[in-house]
């Protein structure tokens, strides 16, 4: 008994953080997609463009809201000894923690197959949209600042494109080295620039031990979870088959 109101309470107080943390972030982004531009200005300039990366509003609605929802579960479903809702609880994060795995097992074995996905959706955005869609346009730019790189794959990304066609058939600066005046095929493939995405996975690589621990953290965190509400689950289920007994 005395296990059973440790664990108990220990999962209370888990989801409770999880309840307040992912309130906050849902906070944060409602806040972020009804007033942007306060948000950006409290952020900082440089914070301010490292955001376009993603539409932060949203990402923290949806992050936050399945943190409310999980930490609503888990934080009521002990306290009351729901066996339905510790059940749900234990459901939704072994979806979480499966797509995780799924996805990890997808970003190491088959990073050929993450570029074909990645590549549908960047090309037609570089040969569409690119200096005609400012927010795309805005992304692109800081991520080829950042990252030094240009296109997805590289130059040949531009070829034929609404930049290329409105500059009379040059590249973006960003395609040639910083000397360059104007970009054009022969100091495009003299330049030698990479692909944004070469560029993210020799990042990915150089930080790979600080993204592998956070990853192994966080499954860390997720199996302790399922394995707290499943023993509580069986506790209440043991209980309740001597009472009906």
């Not at 409290?42 to 929802?69: E, K, R």
């Not at 995780?100 to 190491?108: D, H, P, T, W």
């Amino acid at each position: 008994m005395g296990c059973f109101t440790f664990v108990k309470v220990m999962m209370v107080l888990f989801n409770l953080i999880i309840f307040l943390g992912g309130a906050t972030l849902l906070a944060v982004g409602i806040w972020a997609s009804v007033d942007g531009g306060s948000f950006l200005k409290v952020l900082g300039p440089i914070s301010a463009q490292a955001v376009q990366f993603v539409n932060v509003g949203y990402f923290c609605i949806a992050i936050g809201a399945v943190l409310v929802l999980l930490g609503f579960l888990g934080c009521c479903g002990a306290q009351r000894e729901s066996k339905c809702l510790l059940i749900m609880f234990f459901a939704i994060v072994l979806i979480i923690f499966i797509a995780e795995v799924a996805a990890a097992v997808v970003a190491l074995a088959y990073t050929s197959f993450a570029e074909s996905i990645l590549r549908a959706w960047a090309t037609p955005a570089l040969q569409n949209e690119y200096s005609i869609q400012p927010d795309v346009t805005k992304i692109w730019n800081v991520t080829m600042t950042e990252l030094n790189c240009c296109g997805f794959m590289n130059y040949t990304d531009f070829t034929d494109s609404v930049y290329y066609k409105n500059h009379n058939g040059t590249y973006p600066s960003f395609c040639c080295t910083r000397n360059t005046s104007m970009c054009s095929p022969s100091a495009a493939e003299n330049g030698k620039i990479e692909g944004c995405f070469q560029q993210l996975l020799q990042t990915l690589k150089k930080n790979a031990s600080i993204v592998g621990g956070i990853a192994v953290g966080i499954c860390a965190l997720e199996v302790a979870a399922m394995v707290v509400s499943m023993y509580l689950y069986c506790y209440l289920d043991k209980n309740d088959g001597k009472h009906s007994a």
